[in-house]
Each structure stands twice: as C-alpha cells, then as structure tokens.
C-alpha cells in the first residue's frame, strides 16, 4: 500500500471523543519504550509525526492519525510504566481497556513486544485479557535490528513457544524494526486486506 498521506487529526482521553467512527481503524498498544511511536512513523514514513522519546511514557493520551483519508493509525499510551502512581496507572489501563473494548471501528489491535527480552507477565496477562475480551489482535516483535537474525528467530520461536502453552491457536505474528523497516511492508499489506473487508 502506497501512503499518499499521514495526518496527525487529534488526541484524547475519552474513547467516545475520537473521531466518528466511520473508518477502518489500527491500534499500536504494548509496554512503554517497546517502539510504538516509532513504528507508526516507519509505517507511514514520516520522521516525527508520532512523538517518540528515550524515555518511557511518553504518549500519553489516545492519538489519532488519518492515513490516505482512508483509515486510521493509533498511538496509544504504553502500559507496565513504573514512575507513575498507582491511581495514575489505573487511569491510564482504564482508558486504554475502554477505547480497546469499546472503540466500534477499531478492526483489531498490534500487540508490540520487545524481540530482545524473554517473555514477560504483563505482556502475557495483557494478551489473555483481550482473548477474553474478543478483542482481535496481531503480535508485532519490535527492535529486530538490534539482534542477529539468528537471535531474532530464536527468541520470537521460543515466544510463540510460551503463548502455545495457554493459547490454541497462537495470533498472526510480524517482526519490525523501526530503523531498517523491516515488517514494515508485511503490516501495511495486513491492513490493507483489512481495509478491504471492512463495513461500517
Ligand atoms: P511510550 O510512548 O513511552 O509508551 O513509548 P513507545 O512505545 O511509543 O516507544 P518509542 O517509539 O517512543 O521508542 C522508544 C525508544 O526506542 C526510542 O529511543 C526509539 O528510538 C527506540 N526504538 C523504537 N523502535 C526501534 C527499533 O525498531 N530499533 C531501534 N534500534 N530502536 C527503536
Ligand atoms: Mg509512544
């Protein structure tokens, strides 16, 4: 799919504030600092159109993007931050679980995992919470560039490994780096078969 057009529309805190729900729409969710902000801008090639930073919690509202005037891209807030306080993590779960469940146009969701890192409980206990929700998801294992191609594969085999022990039938998968664009063509041609099948 060719991106004629990435437009930042808006950000909230309130599901029922984004933009009328009449498009096919994408969510980027996981840990903060695993590359959310990131991808999207590899996604769409643009440099800065999403806010990325060094430093864990960056996004912290519901961003919105329209691509092609077709569909929409959204940056959501990073979830597992230690620095913030309890009462502010519950806010920030709440209103992601609120737009994940919620959100009628949402098509499905790309959980981002860390390729580096062994698989940890919160990414985990997030995935079984949207299977009991319904809410469809893809895996996308981020950061391939800073690993060998040998490493990669055999940490996201053993990933898959891991999910295999509580899911039946483990979700589509794609591997990403922000800096090379590796997954990149592989997601776009996802969501553009999507798009296709999509109905108000
Ligand atoms: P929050 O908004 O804080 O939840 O973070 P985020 O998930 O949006 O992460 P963000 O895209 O801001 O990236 C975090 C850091 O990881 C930045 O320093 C990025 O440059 C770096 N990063 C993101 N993706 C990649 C990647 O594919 N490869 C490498 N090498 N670094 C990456
Ligand atoms: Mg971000």
């Not at 919620?102 to 995935?127: G, W, Y």
Request: aromatic fraction near 10%.
């Amino acid at each position: 799919m060719k991106i004629v057009e990435a437009k930042f529309l808006m950000s909230n805190s309130e599901y029922s504030k984004c933009p009328k729900p009449d498009k096919p729409e994408y969510a980027f969710i996981g840990r903060s600092n695993v590359g959310k902000s990131s991808l999207i801008n590899s996604l769409v090639q643009k440099k800065d159109l999403a806010k990325t930073s060094q430093v864990p919690g960056k996004t912290q509202l519901i961003n919105h993007f329209s691509i092609n005037q077709q569909w929409y891209l959204v940056d959501l807030p990073g979830y597992g931050y230690a620095k913030v306080s309890k009462t502010e993590r519950e806010k920030f779960e709440k209103m992601i679980m609120d737009y994940l469940s919620l959100r009628s146009n949402l098509v499905c969701t790309f959980v981002l995992i860390d390729v580096r890192h062994e698989p940890q409980k919160i990414d985990l206990a997030f995935m079984e919470t949207l299977g009991e929700k319904g809410i469809p998801f893809y895996i996308v294992f981020t950061k391939a560039d800073k690993l060998s191609p040998t490493a990669v594969g055999k940490n996201v085999e053993a990933y898959i490994e891991k999910m295999q022990e509580t899911w039946d039938e483990v979700p589509q998968y794609f591997v990403s780096s922000s800096v090379n664009g590796t997954g990149r063509n592989d997601i776009l041609a996802e969501i553009q078969k999507l798009n296709q099948d999509f109905q108000v």
